[in-house]
């Protein structure tokens, strides 16, 4: 009896142990891949939907706002777009290895991306075209255009 | 004995100050350099790009070179242009300077490798270069030792580059075309003098001259390894579908019309041309729209 106890107690646990490696959702390092891409596809449309209305090329203006709150969610996103274990070891990406590494200041201009994202989401909120522009040229410029200089692998 | 001056001395004194002012010990009829048009000039020309290594940009160490330029000719790496007298353009005269980006030529009369773009510095005027060396000869001298290219001996060979410049370089500033405004040849000097975009956007033939044919049409093999776009006004495989506004969003943030953001080299092209006048970047797009469409597919 005293047996069958210990035996049961180690399958028990063995499954306890085995449930726990299983549970969180970044097991497999291609499917982050695939998670970073589909958040990178959705900020570039919002980017391009909100750039086609500035340029005064289609959409409505009065919809930049939520475009703006769409950007802040999804900077909130991509600060758990890139675990470990997400890099060009684990499949088809050009996320570059230094985003792994430390020192290489990526923490950084991730957490400063939500800043300015954040940023853009109040602009939009006012209706002060000028600061709205202002703030989408900051985000681009200092978020979009440094991670893809610096983090990005050059297309081949 | 105490004379007084008489009165009409000073309209004497009046002529002299007045001729002293204009021809102030420098080539006749050249305005004093105007050091802050130069820090503009190096802005535009993207000069800090090649010759800082990214380590030292982020330092704030500028122009002191050393960074790797990966081309399909060889490794080359950029030399220090600060002041400094052993490393750097310290012992330069503006002459010397002037030789350099106006003919390609260093101090001792020896060709320079065309990695140094000087096939698109001929082309800047004399005003802006002189500016350009009195902004340059001001900044901190960073004593870093240059490094030695590390090309294939065939492509380090100064003398093979006479007979190169003979076929694939002209010398002299750029002239305006009189059938074109005051805005288009703005736009056509800071295109093709200052910021050199054809030294990446025209392919280049197999002794590494611009495909002067091929202008603005992209290459596959472009500097480090990077695709580079066609940018002729061809609507299949160039921009010729793309806006004005389309391009000032590029020029002035980076980002191209479907939303991304470029990067690579083109990112720290942006980081330039983002930071001049807004008129300047509307002539670089009044003169690139009228640049001759070309079918030529590059991916």
Redesign the interface.
């Known amino acids: 009896m005293n047996r069958l106890l210990t035996y049961m107690s180690i399958f028990f646990a063995a499954l306890i142990l085995m449930g726990a490696t299983i549970t969180p959702s970044h097991a497999d390092g291609a499917g982050e891949i695939k998670n970073r891409q589909l958040v990178m596809k959705a900020?570039?449309?919002?980017?391009?939907?909100m750039?086609?209305i500035?340029?005064?090329?289609g959409g409505n203006s009065g919809h930049l706002t939520l475009h703006a709150s769409a950007i802040a969610n999804l900077a909130t996103l991509a600060q758990d777009a890139f675990p470990a274990g997400s890099g060009p070891e684990a499949g088809k990406t050009r996320a570059l290895a230094n985003i792994w590494e430390s020192g290489s200041g990526f923490q950084k201009v991730l957490a400063n991306f939500k800043v300015n994202a954040d940023a853009l989401a109040k602009a939009g909120q006012s209706d002060d075209k000028a600061a709205f522009g202002k703030a989408?040229?900051n985000l681009?410029?200092d978020s979009?255009?440094?991670c893809?200089?610096d983090y990005?692998m050059?297309?081949? | 004995m105490y004379r007084p001056l008489k009165f009409h001395t000073f309209p004497i004194l009046g002529l002299f100050l007045i001729l002293a002012g204009v021809f102030p010990g420098s080539p006749v009829g050249a305005a004093d350099p105007d050091p802050k048009n130069g820090a503009y000039i190096l802005t535009a020309a993207g000069c800090v790009g090649c010759h800082t290594t990214k380590k030292n940009r982020e330092e704030g160490r500028l122009l002191s070179g050393g960074r790797m330029l990966k081309t399909p000719f060889g490794v080359f790496y950029s030399p220090n242009i600060t002041p400094d007298p052993e490393h750097g353009l310290g012992k330069w005269t503006e002459a010397n300077f002037i030789e350099a980006m106006r003919n390609g030529k260093n101090p001792d009369g020896e060709h320079y490798l065309p990695v140094f773009p000087y096939t698109s510095f001929t082309k800047i005027t004399d005003k802006d270069m002189r500016d350009l060396w009195a902004h340059l000869k001001a900044r901190p001298a960073l004593a870093d030792a240059n490094i030695p290219h590390g090309a294939p001996l065939i492509f380090r060979m100064r003398f093979t580059i006479g007979p190169w410049k003979m076929i694939n370089f002209k010398a002299g500033a750029f002239e305006p075309r009189q059938d074109q405004n005051a805005e288009w040849n703005r736009g056509a000097y800071l295109v093709n003098a200052l910021s050199h975009c054809g030294e990446c956007h025209t392919p280049r033939n197999l002794m590494g001259g611009l495909k002067s044919t091929m202008y603005h049409a992209g290459a596959k093999d472009g500097p480090?390894?990077?695709?580079i776009p066609n940018v002729t006004m061809d609507k299949a495989t160039g921009i010729g579908e793309w806006?004005v506004?389309?391009l000032d969003?590029l020029f002035?943030?980076?980002?191209?019309?479907?939303?991304?953001?470029?990067?690579?080299g083109m990112?720290?092209v942006?980081?330039n041309i983002?930071k001049l006048t807004a008129d300047d970047r509307k002539a670089i797009i009044t003169y690139i729209r009228t640049v001759p469409a070309i079918n030529n597919k590059i991916?």
Do not use: Y
């Open positions: 900020l570039g449309a919002h980017m391009g939907a750039g086609n500035l340029k005064g090329q989408m040229g681009g410029k979009c255009g440094t893809h200089k990005r050059k297309e081949k | 480090e390894g990077e695709p806006s506004n389309d969003t002035s943030m980076g980002m191209l019309p479907d939303g991304d953001f470029v990067g690579g990112a720290e942006v980081e983002s991916k």
